[in-house]
Each structure stands twice: as C-alpha cells, then as structure tokens.
C-alpha cells in the first residue's frame, strides 16, 4: 500500500512536471511579499515553514519530497522549522540536531509519522530524546547537540525568519525570498511552485 501511494504521488508529480500547466493567479494562488527577504546564491531558494505536529505539512510532504527529486536546475529546497510559540521550539531544535549529527533524512518521515499516524505529542526533552533512540541515534550525541549553543543560535533564527517572512500558517513555501504559497491542496502547491517559480527565473532575467 505505503509503494503504491509512493507510486501514485510521483505519479501526480510527474503529470504535472511535464504538461502544460495553468496561469497561476496573484492572490488566489499565490501571494507577493510586501517585505522581500534577500536570498544567498545564485539558485532559486525555496523555503519551506513546517511543524512536525502540523497535518496539512505532514500530508504535503510526500508530494513535495517526490517534487525535490524531480526539481529544476537551479533550484534548492530548504526546510525551515517554524516557530509560532515557545513550546514548538523543542521541535526545531531537534530538527537541527538531527541534522548536524547526520540522521535528519533518516527521522524526518519518522518525526511526521510520530506526530500525525500515531499521535505522539514530542515536546519534552527526554521523550524526545526516547523516540530518536528508538530509531538508531545515540542518545548521549543527540542530547549533547540539542542542547549545544549552536542549536540556540539555530533555533534563534528560525524564530526570525519565521517572524521576517511574517508566516501565517503551516505549511508555508516561499521563493525567491520574494513568493508565498500557503493554503492549497497538496496537488494544487506542486502546481504553483513549478510556476511560480518560472516568474522568479524572469525575475532574474529581468533584472
């Protein structure tokens, strides 16, 4: 069942990547940000503002995982765990120390699946620090960066951006530093992130 969904979200994803696909409409699909945030490099950035515990963020992220495999040249996907209170802020310094000890692609359809299927809440330290060691990390390596200085600086940021990109709601994708795609259909965002993100490459020949 879990290969025939797998197959049928790439399915969707392929379908849309390679068909002539709709205007996209400002403010119906799309929104433009009145405060534009700088990006760094030469490829098109974009975000993505999720939360574990967020269902719509844990029913896009197949699509949107099978959309990263197949994307443009030039593009490059990074997630960014929101912070909209002080009690999200044990997920997003989790999310940081799985990613700095190298185990982030193997928890992060875990972590969605502990909060979404089986209706885990993980806010506490050590309940935490219990699910990952369940999954292979080394508790005393985890624990030491969760709690490092670097993840404060981290989770810091997040918080920042989060507020600088002035997010609503989860999930929210941004491109360019510049569009907000929120609220749509899982379908419907893999849609309009492949074409909006041809307006921010006119953008950029534009300029």
């Known amino acids: ?7 049928l979200i790439l399915l969707s994803v392929m379908m849309i990547g390679g068909a002539a696909l709709a205007a996209v409409v400002e403010g119906k699909d799309y929104t433009v940000l009145s405060n534009p945030q700088p990006t760094s490099g030469k490829n098109i950035e974009v975000l993505e503002f999720f939360f574990y515990g967020c269902s719509h963020c844990y029913n896009l992220h197949p ?19 929101t912070i909209f209170r002080s009690s999200m802020e044990s997920m997003a310094r989790t999310y940081y120390a799985l990613e700095s000890i190298g185990k982030l692609n193997q928890l992060h359809e875990p972590l969605y699946k502990a909060w979404n ?6 806010y506490e330290k050590e309940k935490i620090a219990d ?9 005393a390596k985890f624990l030491a960066t969760y709690n490092s200085f670097s993840m404060q600086s ?18 929210t994708l941004i491109v360019a530093g510049k569009y907000a795609i929120s609220g749509l259909q899982p379908v419907d965002t893999v849609r309009v992130l492949s074409e909006v993100i041809e307006l921010a490459r006119k953008d950029e020949s534009g300029r």
């Open 131 to 139: 699910f990952v060691v369940s999954k292979g990390v080394d508790r």
């Open 63 to 81: 699509y949107l995982d099978e959309w990263e495999k197949e994307m443009p040249r030039g593009v490059v996907l990074k997630y960014v765990p």
């Open 154 to 171: 981290s989770v810091s940021r997040a918080r920042q951006m989060t507020r600088s990109y002035m997010i609503q709601g989860t999930p």
């Open 117 to 122: 299927v089986n209706n885990m809440q993980l």
């Open 1 to 7: 069942m879990r290969n025939m969904m797998k197959s």
